[in-house]
């Protein structure tokens, strides 16, 4: 059985969201420690090969965007603009790297079946 009594266990290592798992990652926006699985984060790809890692709170502000009289309202959709707009650049690049390689299948193709005449 869990030992919910102790205020402190929460200031363990714990996985801010789950309180179970121990801290990998922080959340990128709140700081709270993550441990990373997917029930407990959200993780963005982001360039250089980093990850943009969000917690569940975070990511359920961010999808409250909406909310009026929030503050820093504009700040989370920049935010989330940001990220999606990272997310299209990246998905675009694979894209266009796929497409290459295709291309370059091709052209392979055709060259060596011209020789072969
Ligand atoms: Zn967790
Ligand atoms: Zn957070």
Redesign the pocket.
């Known amino acids: 059985m869990y030992n919910h009594h102790s205020i402190f266990s929460k200031q363990e290592d714990?996985?801010?969201?789950?309180?179970?798992?121990s801290i990998k990652e922080c959340c990128n926006k709140c700081g709270e420690g993550?441990?990373?699985?997917e029930?407990?984060?959200q993780i963005f790809p982001h360039y250089n090969r980093e990850l943009y890692i969000l917690c569940n709170e975070c990511v359920t502000i961010i999808e409250q965007k909406l909310r009026p009289t929030t503050v820093d309202k504009c700040d989370l959709r920049l935010l989330k603009q940001k990220i999606s707009k990272r997310m299209e650049a990246k998905v675009k690049k694979l894209e266009e790297v796929s497409e290459r390689v295709r291309e370059q299948k091709q052209d392979n193709h055709k060259s060596k079946s011209n020789s072969n005449n």
């Open positions: 714990r996985c801010n969201e789950c309180d179970e798992k993550l441990c990373l699985r029930s407990c984060c």
